[in-house]
Nanobody, 125 residues
Framework: QVQLQESGPGLVKPSQTLSLTCTVS??????????WNWIRQPPGKGLEWMGA???????YYRPSLKSRTSISRDTSKNQFALQLSSVTPEDTAVYYC?????????????????WGQGTQVTVSS
């Protein structure tokens, strides 16, 4: 059973960088051919796919966020991470990490087979 767990600060100041880590257990992030995703849900809105890193380390980003987003991994710790720079209050959301067998940019929940529980991040001074 694969388990994902998000961790990171719950409060970030405007203009700073949001940094989250997803720790994976029960399976390796280098296993063919999975994608490891970051998805968020702002209050009152739907799920938004932010980006993904593949089993081989390739990355994909949502075009509207690409200039501010970086996804990386630490295979020795079986973790992958999200950095979102220059945050504003509009980046306030519950942030999820999730696994998918294919590249899925629509954040349709059934396209992801394992999810973390989510972590609330608030951007406020």
């Amino acid at each position: 059973q694969v388990q994902l767990q998000e961790s990171g600060p719950g409060l970030v100041k405007p203009s700073q960088t949001l940094s989250l880590t997803c720790t994976v257990s029960g399976g390796s992030i280098t296993t063919n051919y999975y994608y490891w995703n970051w998805i968020r849900q702002p209050p009152g809105k739907g799920l938004e796919w932010m980006g993904a890193i593949t089993y081989s380390g390739s990355t994909y980003y949502r075009p509207s966020l690409k200039s501010r987003t970086s996804i990386s991994r630490d295979t020795s710790k079986n973790q992958f991470a999200l950095q979102l720079s220059s945050v504003t209050p509009e980046d306030t959301a519950v942030y999820y990490c999730a696994r998918s067998p294919l590249l899925s940019t629509t954040a349709t929940s059934e396209e992801y087979d394992y999810w973390g529980q989510g972590t609330q991040v608030t951007v406020s001074s």
